[in-house]
C-alpha cells in the first residue's frame, strides 16, 4: 500500500490507491459442502492464508481507482489456481483494496463493485457471502477492515485480528486433505473401485475449498457423496441431485444411523453406504 502510495505522491503529487485478492480458508458451524450456498452467520472463521496480486505491468492504479488492464486474467489466474493447488483447503474468496485516506466503510462503488456485482462468483465457490477487505492509512500506520453481506444483503463489519505465519490455524489451512496422504490416497482408490464395480460412479474433486466428491447413479436418481479435506475429522454429505429448468439442486439427506463416527479411515465403506441408498430409494 505505501508504496503505491510513494509512486503516486512522485508522479501525480497524490497518494494511490491500489488492489490485491487473499486467499482463505474458512470454518463453518454446519460442516455444509459446496453444493450448499454458506451463509455469514454460518461461518466461524475466515483464515487469510496468503495476499495474491498481478505484476506492476497490468496494474492501473491512480488517486481513486484500482482497475486492471486487459490480459490481467489470462496472467494472474494461473497464478492464484497454482496457489490452490498446492494448497486445496485455501480459496480465492475475498478481495483487498486500499483507500488513500482514513476510512472504516465501504464507498457505495465499493460495495457494488467488490460485493453486489460479484454475486455469481462467491456462489460459484459454494458462498452466499463474499468478504471485502479495506485498508486505509492512520497517521503513520495502517488499518484494515473487513466487510461482508450478510442473508438479507446487509453489508456487515467483521472483527479482524492478526496472527503470525506460524500460527495453528495458518497451518491446518495448509494441511493436506485426507486424499493426499497416503493412507488417504489408497482409501479413495479402493472405494472408488468399489463403487465403480456396481454402479455408475463419477469420482472428482469440488471447485472449492478441497472437498472431495462421488457421484454415483442409483435407481435412475443420481447421489452424490461430499466429502471434506479433513475427514473423517469432519463428516461427509450426503445429497439425492434435481434437475430442474436447467439447475441442480441438492437436497440434503441425515446419514443412516449406523454410520461411524470414527477417526479412522479405515472404518468407513462407502459402497455399504450406497447400497443402504439403494434400498431405501424408491
Known amino acids: 500500500m505505501q508504496r503505491w502510495f510513494?509512486?503516486?505522491?512522485?508522479?501525480?503529487?497524490?497518494?494511490?490507491?491500489?488492489?490485491?485478492?487473499?486467499?482463505?480458508?474458512?470454518?463453518?458451524?454446519?460442516?455444509?459442502?459446496?453444493?450448499?450456498?454458506?451463509?455469514?452467520?454460518?461461518?466461524?472463521?475466515?483464515?487469510?492464508?496468503?495476499?495474491?496480486?498481478?505484476?506492476?505491468?497490468?496494474?492501473?492504479?491512480g488517486p481513486g481507482r484500482a482497475g486492471f488492464k486487459p490480459g490481467v486474467n489470462e496472467h494472474f489466474n494461473p497464478m492464484v489456481e497454482s496457489m490452490i493447488?498446492?494448497?486445496?483447503?485455501i480459496e480465492a474468496c475475498a478481495k483487498m483494496h486500499s483507500h488513500t485516506f482514513?476510512?472504516?466503510?465501504?464507498?457505495?462503488?465499493?460495495?457494488?463493485?467488490?460485493?453486489?456485482?460479484?454475486?455469481?462468483?462467491?456462489?460459484?465457490?459454494g458462498l452466499n457471502t463474499m468478504f471485502s477487505f479495506l485498508v486505509s492509512p492512520n497517521g503513520d500506520n495502517f488499518d484494515l477492515h473487513c466487510f461482508a453481506p450478510d442473508k438479507k444483503a446487509r453489508i456487515v463489519r467483521l472483527k479482524v485480528r492478526f496472527i503470525s505465519r506460524g500460527h495453528s490455524l495458518i497451518q491446518a489451512a495448509r494441511l493436506a486433505p485426507y486424499y493426499r496422504t497416503e493412507s488417504g490416497s489408497q482409501w479413495c482408490d479402493h472405494n472408488k473401485n468399489l463403487l465403480k464395480r456396481h454402479f455408475p460412479t463419477l469420482r472428482n474433486n469440488l471447485p472449492s475449498f478441497g472437498w472431495r466428491?462421488?457421484?454415483?447413479?442409483?435407481?435412475?436418481?443420481?447421489?452424490?457423496?461430499?466429502?471434506?479435506?479433513?475427514?473423517?475429522f469432519q463428516g461427509l454429505r450426503l445429497y439425492a441431485v434435481d434437475y430442474e429448468n436447467g439447475e441442480f439442486f441438492y437436497q440434503a439427506l441425515a446419514l443412516p444411523r449406523w454410520w461411524p463416527s470414527s477417526t479412522e479411515l479405515a472404518d468407513y465403506n462407502l459402497l455399504s453406504l450406497a447400497e443402504w441408498l439403494q434400498k431405501e430409494s424408491p
Open 6 to 61: 510513494d509512486i503516486g505522491q512522485r508522479l501525480q503529487g497524490q497518494r494511490w490507491e491500489s488492489a490485491m485478492y487473499p486467499l482463505a480458508t474458512i470454518e463453518t458451524s454446519t460442516g455444509k459442502s459446496p453444493l450448499e450456498l454458506v451463509g455469514l452467520d454460518e461461518i466461524d472463521k475466515v483464515v487469510v492464508t496468503h495476499v495474491l496480486w498481478p505484476h506492476d505491468k497490468f496494474k492501473d492504479y
Open 85 to 89: 493447488a498446492r494448497y486445496p483447503r
Open 102 to 125: 482514513k476510512a472504516r466503510s465501504l464507498s457505495e462503488g465499493d460495495k457494488k463493485c467488490h460485493i453486489f456485482n460479484a454475486v455469481d462468483w462467491y456462489q460459484s465457490k
Open 213 to 232: 466428491r462421488y457421484v454415483l447413479s442409483i435407481n435412475q436418481t443420481e447421489y452424490v457423496i461430499c466429502i471434506p479435506p479433513r475427514f473423517p
